[in-house]
């Protein structure tokens, strides 16, 4: 995931990192890459795939690399077993440079008014489904489309896929990418293949992170895995900017929870009062850190967690109230660290 320049069409793009299509390893994801690989190689793959996951999991770096496959080596065991397609492949050059006559990618298109992503993926744009594949197949013999996201889908977009889907064509792939899939149309769902992916294990990110942020220190990177909920993309947007640096504060804080370092909190405040949204930001990492402590705990059956579930709703309301009132950072770590303090002594999280 070499660093690279935004498209301004590409909202499915991590700004300064490669876009899904020119991806080539998938993190994780070998359940679903297994089943897929299964379907693909033995010739009985389903017309429809709904790829289903958080996002930044890898939903559309796993499209892409069916969509290689298929286009490379049809719906055969000529290729490798973990779908892999080298660069300089033909196929997988043409797809890289989004001029492969074999695939059709869906998404929110500019409003030619504004040059704007609009905020719904349009009839217009699924309808040109049915012209693409109603065309002479490749020459790999296979047609591959991609819908990312089908969330953003409208009524009149919805209806007009569930037609297609109705009626599948041969040698054709649909996939239809999924962020929240209980939004979509039930009869959209159960005409497709779920795959669904699951978010990454902390040290699978940690090590994805010191490949794509070797800037970033070991516990840097360590706090951003804690926080980006078992995604890569989260994990890279959240370190842009001061990101990365405020998660491990937002850490250190929870760290040190019995004794606080007061000075090093004032130093703090003064950096997040430099900082556009600093205070907020630094809200948002402290919730999510502490978020996800409970859950582990929780999962572990710790006794006791009542006091940090209402010290977890104290913190989300006093910074909510804090950006609302653009109240003096300082006083609000001061305040926030205390409050940390009491509930500590019956026990660190």
Known sequence: MAKRSAEPNDSDRIEGFSHPRETFALLGQQDALGRVSRALRSGRVPSAWLITGAPGVGKATLAYRI????LGFGATAAGPEDLAVAQDNPNARQVTAQSHPGLLVL???LNPKTGKLMTVLSVDEIRRLAD???MTSG?????VAIVDTADDMNDNAANALLKMLEEPPANAMLLLLSNTPGRLLPTIRSRCQRL???PLEPATLEQALAQFLPE???SERASLARLSGGSIGAALTLASGDGAALAQEA?????NAQGPDMLALLTLGEKLFRIRDGLEQFGDFLSASLSERIRAKAHGGAPGLERWVAQLGRIEQGFARAAGLHLEPRQVLLSTARDLSR???????
Do not use: C, N, P
């Open 196 to 198: 669904e992916l699951r």
């Open 67 to 70: 969509a290689r496959y298929l």
């Open 216 to 218: 970033l220190s070991v």
């Open 343 to 349: 509930t500590a002594r019956g026990g660190r999280l």
């Open 107 to 109: 998404k929110r298109a």
């Open 139 to 143: 020459a790999g013999g296979w047609r």
């Open 251 to 255: 850490d250190q804080l929870i760290d």
């Open 132 to 134: 693409f594949f109603g």
